[in-house]
């Protein structure tokens, strides 16, 4: 347990990642209060302050502190990990019975992310290129607000119909187009009673249940790729 100690301690002082590995409770204060008995747990602490608990399950820690928390690690009976925050004041405690694995590493990434096939990537291509939605169509604004929310495209068809345009990239279900019925609904509240508003959806393809619901609801698909 004292290398473990010294590992983590180094690692922390030199604004290393550091991880561990073995079975630990899991204690937080803070907003509200959680607890984790005795478990084979993955934690990581990032140079930034960043804590991160996962356990053998999905790809989200089960707990965490966010970037801007101080660290610290002691040795009693057991290898302590303590993170806290000052606002708002949180505290998360991890105690290891057993480290299976530790480890430091001095890392360097002055890459940033970039990403393609993004909603915003389409939301350019379709402004780009009207006529991909159909010919006549006439973008007029972006995330239009509406009482259920900010629309992706607002527009008019060529026959002046208002034209509510739900973006998405991937290939989705009922749920986009029930988002999509409630930007309709709520624009033809706002427009006057004679007002006739079509909602089309945008992705690379629907579920056959998703197809079902846009006939049932008058509603329109597109199928259209980032």
């Keep these: 347990m004292e290398t473990a100690h010294s590992v983590v301690e180094t690692g922390l002082d030199s604004d290393a990642l550091v991880t561990i590995f073995g079975e630990c409770t899991v204690d937080y204060e803070g907003r509200a209060e959680s607890t984790l008995g005795p478990g084979d ?37 057991a290898l302590v990990l303590r993170s806290e925050r000052s606002t708002p004041e ?44 159909e010919p006549g169509f006439t973008p007029l604004s972006t995330e239009r607000e509406t009482p259920a929310g900010a629309v992706d495209i607002y527009g ?19 749920d986009a187009v029930g988002q999509l019925a409630r930007y309709v609904e709520a624009l033809e509240r706002d427009l006057h009673d004679e ?32």
């Design 156 to 174: 008019e068809d060529a026959n002046g119909r208002s034209v509510v345009v739900e973006l998405k990239r991937r290939r989705v279900g009922p």
């Design 41 to 77: 747990r993955h934690v990581m602490c990032k140079p930034d302050g960043t804590v991160l608990v996962h356990t053998d399950e999905g790809h989200q820690p089960v707990n965490w502190q966010p970037p801007g928390c101080t660290h610290e690690v002691s040795v009693d009976d």
């Design 90 to 133: 949180e505290e998360l405690l991890v105690r290891f019975r057993d480290v299976e694995h530790v480890a430091a590493f001095d890392v360097t990434d002055p890459e940033e992310l970039s990403l393609s096939g993004t909603e915003e990537d389409l939301r350019e291509r379709v402004l780009d290129d009207p006529e991909l939605i």
């Design 195 to 226: 007002a006739e508003v079509r909602g089309i959806l945008v992705a690379p393809s629907v579920t056959d249940r998703a197809r079902t619901l846009l006939a049932e609801r008058g509603l329109e698909f597109v199928s259209l790729e980032p």
